[in-house]
């Protein structure tokens, strides 16, 4: 009887181990499959929201905002800070004077005014003139062709029968039609205004003037041309700086391959935003290749959003690699349905950040009082959050939204946070973002390059004229004044065309 009893328990003992075993196991898939869930639920209020909701990514905290400190609402279990550090937002003076309601609009000095005046329908003859009443109103007429026509009289010499004829003006394209006004705002059409050609001709047609699409093209195509040896010279000054922010983004190019289809190109972007410059750079794929070798001997600090083909360059003794704070803040941003109370944590570490950075901007530090400034009141914050992020990292999912987003911050940490280390340097990669965002608005409306040379002369317009943006030049005069300029410019001295304020 006692063999069966131990022989029973033993049984029982085994299927115990088992069922534990077991349960273990169905707990760890409930686990995993969880993760999956709430990721998937993630995505899918990403996707309402991209489709729906604002594209903002504005955080309000639970405290007052004015306030800047570390006193972030949620139980000590789970934020853990080391210490508080706070300070406050000095508000510069100015000699600004006390706003008024600004009333009505006022129209702008420079623009043409036409007169016209209106007198009563009675005799005023008799009458004395005490004032008059001004209303302005604000009018266009739509743009007009016009032709130049030149008339060169031609003279003879009567004794010794020369010629005498005067030389013609400076165009662009001598032997095209088209003038340098034209050809400038063709191309401001198209690569600001992202108008397709086939609805520039469109427009023609209104006014009674028929170009053929084919016409308009290589009248584009030859005005890009005139202006490519310009692009290697910003090339060349933006590459020999010591500063870039750099990023990339897609655009689809007819594959001549396959009748129909397209091929994903690449604008790399390499941004200046000390000096002022952009440049785009068109090459067939997204792989580390393209930045390796433009980038082959380039000295400096190189600020990126943290895409893995840019790790070869941390390897270079020559260049220093930093990272977008703004990309960490959006991982913690899209984790707050999975753990409100630690992505508000990390929101609000990060908004001290931004704020210690807007004060900054507000009072226009030198390079030598931002370094001090970030120093002071930055690094500490910095501290604080590194402490917070590795506590954290111990009591959340991997695979969680706020997992990865904690992880992605730690693995670079050191990218993230080199912005204090140089008062000239910026804490995210956002000014290059803005000079790409004009792209995405031009892929809706021509939505692909004919090809790869296409969009290889497109990288050098999108250069040019992002640059004039930079430097609030007006692209249309500078365009229309270079193309007259640059056939009979010395090569040597290309650079005084650059749409740059310095030069």
């Known amino acids: 009887m006692e063999a069966n009893y131990q022989e029973l328990y033993e049984a029982n003992c085994s299927t115990i181990n088992q069922l534990q075993s077991s349960n273990s196991t169905l707990q760890l898939i409930n686990q995993e499959q969880q993760v999956e869930i709430d990721t998937l639920k993630l995505q899918l209020a990403q996707i309402r929201r991209m489709i729906f909701g604002s594209k903002q990514e504005k955080f309000i905290p639970n405290a007052n ?13 789970e934020i853990k800070i ?30 043409e005014r036409k007169i016209i005046v209106i007198e009563p329908a009675e005799d005023t003859s008799s009458m004395k003139k005490i004032g008059e009443e001004i209303t302005e109103e604000l009018e266009i007429e739509p743009g ?15 004794t ?26 063709l191309m401001i059409d198209k690569y600001v205004d992202h108008l397709p050609i086939y609805r520039i001709c469109e427009r023609f047609k209104r006014d009674n003037v028929n170009i053929p699409y084919n016409t308009m093209v290589d009248w584009v195509g030859q005005a890009i041309k005139l202006i490519l040896p310009l692009y290697e010279v910003l090339k060349k000054k933006v590459l020999n700086s010591d500063y870039l922010h750099v990023d990339e983004t897609g655009i689809k190019v007819l594959d001549k391959d396959k009748r129909g289809s397209t ?48 790790d070869i360059f941390k390897q270079n003794k020559d260049i220093t690699v930093l990272n977008c704070m703004a990309h960490a803040r959006r991982m913690f941003f899209e984790a707050q349905p999975n ?20 004060s900054i901007k507000d009072q226009n530090f ?26 954290n990292l111990l009591e959340v999912l991997p695979k969680s939204p706020i997992g990865k987003a904690i992880a992605y911050t730690l693995e670079r940490w050191k990218e993230l946070t080199a912005y204090t280390t140089d008062g000239k340097l910026n804490i995210d990669n956002n000014p290059v973002e803005n000079s790409i965002r004009p792209i995405a ?30 430097n609030g030049i007006n692209p249309v005069t500078w365009l229309k004044k270079t193309l007259i300029a640059i056939p009979y410019h010395p090569v040597n001295r290309l650079e005084e065309l650059l749409p740059l304020k310095n030069l």
Not at 294 to 300: I, Q
Request: contains cysteine; aromatic residues 10%; positive net charge.
């Open 366 to 391: 030198t390079i030598d009082q931002i370094l001090s400034e970030r120093q002071q009141k930055s690094v500490p914050i910095l501290n604080q959050f590194n402490h917070w992020l590795k506590i």
């Open 144 to 158: 007009k062709l016009f032709v130049n026509r030149y008339i060169r009289p031609k003279y003879i010499q009567p």
């Open 263 to 310: 091929h994903q190109g690449w604008f790399w972007v390499y941004h200046n935003s000390i000096e002022q410059m952009v440049l785009f750079d068109y090459q067939p794929s997204r792989g580390r290749a393209a930045p390796h070798e433009l980038l082959k001997n380039y000295k400096g600090h190189l600020q990126t959003d943290g895409y893995n083909v840019y």
């Open 65 to 77: 905002p004015e306030q800047l400190s570390l006193d972030i609402v949620a139980p000590v279990s």
């Open 339 to 358: 753990d409100t109370i630690r992505s508000a944590a990390a929101l609000g570490f990060i908004q001290q950040l931004y704020a210690i950075e807007r």
């Open 160 to 185: 010794t029968e020369q010629i005498t004829i005067a030389p013609m003006v400076d165009r662009p394209l001598p032997k095209v039609i088209a003038g340098a006004g034209l050809l400038a705002q």
């Open 441 to 470: 608005i031009g892929r809706k409306n021509y939505m692909f390059a004919g090809n790869h040379e296409a969009a290889a002369r497109s990288a050098a317009v999108y250069s040019l004229l992002g640059t004039c943006k930079l």
């Open 82 to 111: 080391v210490q508080e550090v706070s300070y406050k937002r000095v508000q510069v003076k100015t000699d600004k004077p006390p706003s008024r309601h600004p009333g009505r609009y006022k129209l702008p000095e420079h623009l």
